[in-house]
């Protein structure tokens, strides 16, 4: 029951993780509009790919 347990603590973990991203763009989508959240989007996207590169143990 134990191991149970931590599989339901560990998926209610991930879709308030999940939940609370999609809330959070979806608020800061209407607070930018669609022109300044695309180039926030752009931003995100571009900070993101060298993290997840150096997270493969590749150099930029």
């Given at each position: 029951?134990?191991?149970?347990?931590?599989?339901?603590?560990?998926?209610?973990?991930?879709?308030?993780?999940?939940?609370?991203?999609?809330i959070?763009?979806?608020?800061?989508?209407?607070?930018?509009?669609?022109?300044?959240f695309?180039v926030?989007?752009?931003?995100?996207?571009?900070?993101?790919?060298?993290?997840?590169?150096?997270?493969?143990?590749?150099?930029?």
């Open positions: 029951m134990g191991k149970l347990k931590n599989v339901a603590w560990f998926c209610l973990e991930k879709i308030i993780i999940l939940g609370g991203g999609l959070t763009s979806i608020l800061v989508a209407r607070y930018l509009g669609a022109e300044q695309g926030f989007s752009l931003a995100v996207t571009l900070t993101a790919l060298p993290v997840a590169v150096s997270q493969w143990g590749g150099a930029i």
